[in-house]
């Protein structure tokens, strides 16, 4: 997988840690256990070197996940997005239009980014994906795993 991603500044790095901790730290671990493991005698029947290299196996694909994504991410400036239409990195504040008066707020961001407690929605989400290319004004019907969603798009604007 080489698709290209975008992140902002601050999700490159958080990625680029994540993948700094995992290399530097729990790939020694799980080397640890699995040495420990090693040290209990025969491994034919040995549950704790099997859930090891198991444990090895996961940090191992989660190194090579995060180095892709790393290789082929794109770091987005929010100074250079504009505000005409809904794009990644914008901010959107929507009025539900099922209930009255409830004002709703979203960032759109990559899936890598989005943490739905702070506003982040990724622009793959169902959300993301009915918000994508709309302007102020505009009707947003969203079908969603629990029916159907309607917002109006009051603002779009970059924090």
Not at 14 to 42: P, S, T, W
Not at 97 to 124: F, M, N, P
Request: net charge negative; no cysteine; hydrophobic share 35%.
């Amino acid at each position: 997988m080489n698709d290209r991603i975008y992140l902002t500044r601050d999700g490159y790095n958080r990625l680029k840690e994540e993948l700094h901790v995992l290399v530097h730290q729990k790939r020694k671990e799980v080397l640890e256990k699995i040495a420990e493991a090693r040290a209990h005698g025969d491994l034919s029947e040995n549950a704790e070197y099997d859930a090891a290299r198991e444990e090895q196996s996961l940090t191992e694909a989660h190194i090579a996940d995060l180095e892709n994504k790393l290789s082929s991410a794109t770091i987005l400036d929010p100074k250079q997005v504009k505000t005409d239409k809904v794009y990644i990195l914008t901010s959107v504040k929507l009025r539900d239009l099922d209930k009255e008066g409830e004002i709703i707020e979203y960032t759109l961001v990559s899936s890598e980014e989005a943490d739905t407690d702070l506003g982040k929605i990724s622009v793959r989400s169902p959300v993301g994906r009915a918000l994508i290319g709309k302007t102020v004004g505009e009707i947003v019907q969203i079908m969603v795993p629990k029916g159907e969603l309607h917002y109006e798009i009051l603002e779009i604007f970059v924090k």
